[in-house]
């Protein structure tokens, strides 16, 4: 019997906000992207969009950060969010999941 190999994904902080980002245009029961989130954020926190995309990307790659957002975008990326009504917290700007309230 073959066992299974388990897939364990790295948590990319950088990657979730960007997508939450994402403009679509939804067409019957399909959507289609207007605008990708690197694009969106480019545009809205004066960035090149390569430099939002390296945010993502690994360490070993020239430029990339290993999915960490930079602290200088984590006020401007709150208040985007917040005024682009997308729910995005401090928790997932650093990559950590908030701890459950006792009841």
């Known amino acids: 019997m073959k066992s299974k190999k388990r897939v364990i994904k790295k948590l990319n902080p950088a990657r979730s906000v960007i997508e939450k980002f994402a403009r679509y245009d939804t067409l019957g029961n399909r959507?289609?992207?207007?605008?990708?989130?690197?694009?969106?954020?480019?545009r809205k926190l004066r960035l090149?969009?390569?430099?939002?995309?390296?945010?993502?990307?690994?360490?070993?790659?020239?430029?990339?950060?290993?999915?960490?957002?930079?602290?200088?975008h984590?006020?401007?990326?709150?208040?985007?969010?917040?005024?682009?009504?997308?729910?995005?917290?401090?928790d997932d700007l650093i990559g950590t999941?908030?701890?459950?309230k006792a009841l």
Do not use: C
């Open 74 to 90: 984590f006020h401007p990326l709150l208040d985007l969010a917040k005024q682009s009504n997308i729910e995005l917290t401090a």
């Open 97 to 100: 999941k908030p701890k459950e």
């Open 48 to 72: 090149n969009v390569s430099s939002v995309y390296r945010w993502q990307y690994p360490t070993d790659k020239s430029g990339g950060l290993g999915g960490v957002i930079p602290q200088e």
């Open 31 to 42: 959507k289609k992207m207007i605008e990708s989130g690197a694009q969106v954020l480019a």
